[in-house]
């Protein structure tokens, strides 16, 4: 069974403030993705990591793929109260092969909580 | 060019009522997958389906849980003689492709048994 193990569970920051949150697993996966939920809502894809060592940035957010392609980190930098939200990691197993394979395993969650 | 429709937002069901869910895929999206969610837990996979077909439903409860994405027409999730277990928030997404694609999802149904 492929698992993602997302840390940490929880964190509350002040507005400014700089933070990670990992996304580890024993498994390889084809790709990562990172999404972004708010209360009452579906979750929003924010990026799709696919090579290893692959760095992305959105604006404050910076992803990273490791380079054997079983964990990943977001980093936000100068975090504002609008980053509020459940992050969620999630990797496209490598069952079937390589590329297009059926579902996503979702990581267990960050709740962020950014104070004004 | 509406996104992932779930329908409806919110169902209260009794103790050994059905429940059935409605998801319509983004425009173009021929891949529909549906997940479940408790409070303060990640999103649990269910099953994935193309048109006419169940392509992976190992996350599905062997009894009381079935689903479908006919030809025409939304993807179904049913649910029958729901018990208070069964209480969660259930999303759907559709991709294009597969799970590397990338999901849309829809705003979920949030299922109350009473």
């Known amino acids: 069974t492929q698992l993602l193990e997302q840390s940490p569970q929880f964190l509350s920051i002040q507005e400014g403030e700089n933070l990670t949150v990992y996304c580890n697993s024993s498994s390889v996966f084809s790709s990562l993705q990172w999404y972004r939920q708010e209360p009452g809502e579906g979750p929003v894809l924010l990026v799709t990591v696919v090579t290893g060592g692959e760095v992305k940035k959105l604006k404050r957010l910076t992803f990273q793929f490791g380079d054997a392609r079983k964990d990943s980190s977001l980093h936000i930098t100068a975090a504002q109260p609008g980053d509020t939200g459940l992050y969620l990691c999630?990797?496209?197993?490598?069952?079937?092969?390589?590329?297009?394979?059926?579902?996503?395993?979702f990581g267990q969650g960050t709740t962020l909580q950014v104070k004004p | 060019n509406a996104g992932v429709m779930q329908n409806p937002r919110h169902l209260v069901r009794r103790r050994g009522q059905e429940a059935r869910l409605r998801c319509s895929p983004m425009k173009g999206h021929s891949h529909v997958y549906w997940y479940r969610q408790l409070p303060e837990e990640g999103l649990k996979f269910m099953v994935y389906?193309?048109?006419?077909?169940?392509?992976?439903e190992s996350g599905m409860p062997k009894e009381r849980f079935s689903a479908e994405f006919p030809k025409e027409g939304p993807s179904i999730l049913r649910i029958q003689q729901v018990v208070r277990g069964d209480s969660a928030a259930y999303f759907c997404?559709?991709?294009?492709?597969?799970?590397?694609?990338?999901?849309?999802f829809g705003s979920g149904t949030r299922l109350t048994v009473v």
């Open positions: 999630a990797g496209a197993s490598m069952a079937h092969g390589s590329g297009n394979t059926g579902k996503l395993i």
């Open positions: 997404a559709s991709s294009p492709g597969g799970a590397g694609y990338g999901y849309t």
């Open positions: 389906l193309q048109k006419e077909n169940i392509i992976d």
